[in-house]
């Protein structure tokens, strides 16, 4: 099963071809597609997207470029109210974020921890945004490692050593345009990672893969990714297509939350 677990379908940049956009994904052979929350702001676009489509996941969560001192802790408690009233696939997308706002590690962190604990309380994965924070990430799941934390780090970047370490605490990788990339260094090492470690993402609108490097990113790239990881694993299409669907299904149905 082809799955994009990570697409903000919702974004502004989708506006003009969205129900197009979709269906050019589910002709390339998308069967689901797992959609992170960012803050409240997007949480009506989220809910309509969902009433359309029967093949879209929802998650619940507050990114950490959303962590604002003067309104973090309100919109916690959205996440909090959400999370309490209906289903949701993970708590996501949340971690930490240096490179747009250093000066709000000590909220960023607060707010990933408390997502972290109701991800737990749920028995659902969470899906983690890092950026120029590995360090400060690892720190946080150090600390909340158990038989309950899981998950997927989203858009892995960083290094063998680094992926070994995130996989310690139960995560899948999250692999996407970023593979495709000359500078993206992470095909150098990603085939002595197993491919039951892998799944597949976009993370569009952003970060397409190549030869659409810089443009508007869709969930139709993803067989771009696919394409890639055979020449990384040495596996066929449907090889890479069997093995990321099913670590995706392991993670998001974990608990079996719509059988």
Request: glycine share 6%.
């Amino acid at each position: 099963m082809l799955i994009d677990t990570h697409t903000h379908l919702y974004s502004e940049e989708f506006d003009q071809d969205r129900d197009a956009m979709i269906e050019r994904a589910v002709e390339a052979g998308v069967k689901r597609f797992y959609i992170p929350a960012i803050d409240s702001s997007y949480t009506a676009r989220m809910m309509e997207l969902e009433a359309n489509y029967d093949n879209i996941f929802l998650m619940m969560g507050l990114h950490p470029t959303s962590v604002r001192p003067e309104t973090y802790i309100e919109e916690l408690k959205l996440v909090k109210t959400w999370l309490d009233k209906r289903e949701f696939c993970a708590v996501g997308e949340i971690g930490i974020d240096l490179y747009w706002d250093q000066s709000t590690l000590k909220e960023q962190q607060i707010a990933f921890k408390t997502q972290i604990g109701w991800a737990k309380e749920k028995g659902l994965p969470i899906v983690i945004h890092c950026r120029n924070s590995f360090d400060e990430i690892f720190e946080v799941l150090e600390d909340e490692k158990d038989d309950k934390l899981h998950g997927i780090f989203h858009c892995f970047t960083g290094t063998k050593e680094q992926a070994e370490r995130a996989i310690g605490f139960n995560m899948k990788l999250g692999i996407g345009g970023v593979l495709t990339f000359k500078n993206g260094k992470i095909d150098k090492f990603l085939n002595q990672i197993p491919i039951e470690n892998i799944v597949l993402e976009t993370d569009s609108p952003y970060l397409a893969p190549a030869p659409f490097r810089g443009k508007r990113n869709e969930s139709a790239f993803v067989t771009l990714v696919v394409k890639k990881l055979e020449d990384v694993y040495g596996l066929s299409e449907n090889q890479i297509i069997e093995a990321t669907g099913k670590n995706a299904i392991e993670v998001f149905e974990k608990k079996s939350f719509h059988q």
